[in-house]
């Protein structure tokens, strides 16, 4: 990678949580595509995204046997 030229995912300094996926796929490309991968960062970016991955299927599926949890008074 040129080293003028930052990733996105290096450039915001933000947490690893708070990636965004597009931020999270690039990292992950960016770290297991160096000789001297950093195997613990690697493992912890691909965790993260195998975690938002799982998040992003439960939350639309929706158990209507019940009254909502919020109801408008």
């Known amino acids: 990678?040129?080293?003028?030229?930052?990733?996105?995912?290096?450039?915001?300094g933000k947490p690893l949580s708070q990636l965004t996926s597009e931020e999270l796929a690039e990292a992950i490309q960016y770290v297991?595509?160096?000789?001297?991968?950093?195997?613990?960062l690697l493992?912890?970016?691909?965790?993260l995204q195998a975690q938002r991955a799982l998040g992003e299927e439960t939350p639309e599926q929706q158990d209507d046997s019940g009254p909502p949890l919020l109801a408008c008074g």
């Open 1 to 12: 990678m040129n080293e003028g030229v930052s990733p996105l995912w290096k450039a915001g």
């Open 43 to 47: 493992k912890a970016l691909r965790e």
């Open 32 to 40: 297991g595509g160096r000789e001297e991968a950093d195997a613990p």
